[in-house]
């Protein structure tokens, strides 16, 4: 297996097998996502656009297996600025780690820790000194939680992320199990890069 970073035409290439994965990644807990290719072509736009995003893709072979994307966080303004007001924090000082998606089959292979790095990396070559990430937030008694569900916190600090108090986004879509799109509260983690 290879990750290897992609920018520009490479990073447009794969944006549709991007949108594939996270259909499928996101339909798992905690995210219970119910998915569909128009909608995933619509977001990943933002990365066509933006002149400084990445996409980390993970292969199996020449099969996208998983992928990390990220953009500047003033790309993401219009969805983020209201959840970091009050923060102090201008937005662009920020790196935005969007999604980290892998398939089951992958995992517990260290390609979480190379995402972050490659992701990391290019932001402190844009000259960024954050980088954050956000995380669906679900009720500890929700129906649908697998048993022994254990949460990716710990990853998380061990790379060096903590939450930030008071930053949380809202996004709407529609979960496995309900007939309509509902909101959704994601927690804000950050990291000071050095």
């Not at 072979?61 to 990390?68: E, I, K, M, P, T």
């Not at 993401?76 to 102090?88: I, L, R």
């Not at 089959?105 to 960024?128: N, P, S």
Request: glycine share 8%; hydrophobic share 40%.
């Amino acid at each position: 297996m290879r990750v290897e970073v992609l920018t520009g035409a490479a990073l447009e290439a794969a944006l549709d097998e991007v949108a594939r994965l996270r259909i499928a990644v996101f339909r798992d807990w905690p995210y219970l996502y119910d998915g569909d290719l128009d909608y995933e072509r619509a977001y990943l736009q933002t990365y066509r656009d933006s002149p400084g995003a990445v996409l980390v893709g993970a292969f199996d072979g020449d099969r996208l297996v998983g992928a990390a994307t990220g953009t500047p966080m003033e790309d993401h303004a219009d969805d983020f600025a209201a959840a970091f007001a009050g923060t102090g924090l201008d937005l662009d000082t920020i790196f935005y780690c969007a999604e980290s998606v892998l398939l089951p089959g992958y995992r517990g292979r260290g390609v979480g820790h190379r995402f972050f790095d490659l992701r990391e990396a290019h932001a402190r070559a844009m000259g960024r000194t954050r980088s954050a990430f956000c995380a669906v937030e679900r009720p500890a008694d929700h129906p649908l939680r697998p048993p022994g569900y254990a949460p990716l916190d710990p990853f998380w600090r061990k790379r060096g992320y903590e939450t930030l108090e008071g930053a949380r986004a809202h996004f709407r879509w529609k979960d496995l199990d309900q007939p309509d799109e509902t909101d959704h509260p994601l927690q804000f983690w950050i990291k000071v890069l050095t």
